[in-house]
């Protein structure tokens, strides 16, 4: 599998779009790394799904019993990272940071098996390198409109009442406006009419472990007649996905590299297919990447000054778990 330079993927997408070609595509992070497949459901280099859709073929295969032990790192090890975002917070360089950590784990199951057995809407697999398995889509772009579902505010479902308090806590709130504000911005770079369609509803998403509950809400907007023609541009212009990065962007993305002192690669970037009309794409999160010392689970949360350490480093384990129903 080629992977290449961004600028290209761009490209090839505003290409493939004027030309109504089906195409998958992916961006890292940082955006220094992609790909992107024409006819995408015709290969088996990378595999995926998109709400059902995709080369990913359904075997039923559900494993009866996998070994899966995470290896967090400790609270004090934690703590540092915590704090180098706070102190960005309190001078005043962000308002919200997506602080992400990488966990070491045990895993009885090849990232082919994983992605076998996966029931997340959007699933993509880069065999050898990781395996992402993400319930948040990025972009929608269908019949000239442009919307998007951030995912902010994370609560285990089996806490009494676990619904009412996850929309009730002020600091999860304030983490979900912000967001909700930024990809508003995001959106008016290339479209008009943006405006929040629906407002912080709730998600039941099933693990392996047990069931969580995530806020979400729908931005949607009007892309000009000729909006096939820029594809690439649009998605691009949106990088990096906002609820995985945070606000302002470019003084927030330098407190993310001083704070995780690595890079995310794939891990948080997004991924996303066109089928000849309309483009889906999602977030690469609940992702495990695979490198020459072991298996990673990438998990994290958003840092607002209202944030409290413990409960922030709670949030990052609640996050590290298999995608089995």
Not at 90 to 105: E, F
Not at 185 to 202: G, I, K, Q
Request: glycine share 8%; hydrophobic share 35%.
């Amino acid at each position: 599998m080629d992977f290449v330079d961004p600028k290209i993927v761009r490209r090839e997408m505003n290409r493939l779009g004027q030309a109504g070609r089906p195409f998958l595509f992916a961006v890292n992070f940082e955006m220094t790394e992609g790909f992107i497949l024409e006819d995408p459901e015709s290969q088996d280099r990378i595999l995926y799904q998109a709400w059902g859709r995709g080369n990913k073929k359904e075997t039923g295969y559900r494993p009866d019993k996998a070994h899966f032990k995470a290896k967090p790192l400790a609270l004090d090890e934690y703590s540092p990272m915590f704090r180098t975002v706070m102190d960005g917070l309190n001078r005043g360089d962000s308002y919200l940071v997506n602080l992400t950590v990488a966990t070491p784990i045990e895993c009885s199951l090849s990232l082919s098996e994983i992605f076998a057995a996966s029931s997340s809407p959007y699933q993509l697999l880069a065999p050898g390198r990781f395996v992402c398995f993400s319930p948040e889509r990025f972009v929608l772009i269908k019949d000239g409109r442009i919307s998007t579902c951030p995912m902010k505010g994370t609560v285990n479902a089996e806490i009494p009442g676990a619904e009412e308090l996850i929309l009730a806590d002020f600091k999860e709130t304030a983490e979900h406006d912000t967001v909700v504000d930024l990809l508003r911005n995001d959106l008016s770079l290339s479209a008009s009419e943006v405006r929040v369609s629906r407002y912080r509803y709730v998600d039941r998403i099933k693990t392996q472990q047990r069931e969580i509950l995530q806020v979400s809400s729908e931005i949607t907007g009007r892309l000009p007649d000729d909006y096939r023609e820029s594809l690439g541009d649009v998605v691009f212009r949106a990088l990096p996905a906002g609820s995985c990065s945070g606000a302002p962007k470019e003084s927030t993305v330098d407190i993310i590299r001083r704070a995780e002192r690595s890079p995310r690669g794939f891990y948080t970037g997004v991924f996303g297919v066109f089928d000849g009309e309309a483009l889906d794409s999602a977030v690469m999160i609940r992702f495990i990447e695979k490198n020459q010392d072991g298996l990673f689970f990438r998990s994290g949360g958003g840092i607002t000054a209202y944030s409290d350490l413990e409960s922030e480093y709670r949030e990052v384990l609640e996050k590290i778990y298999l995608p089995f129903a």
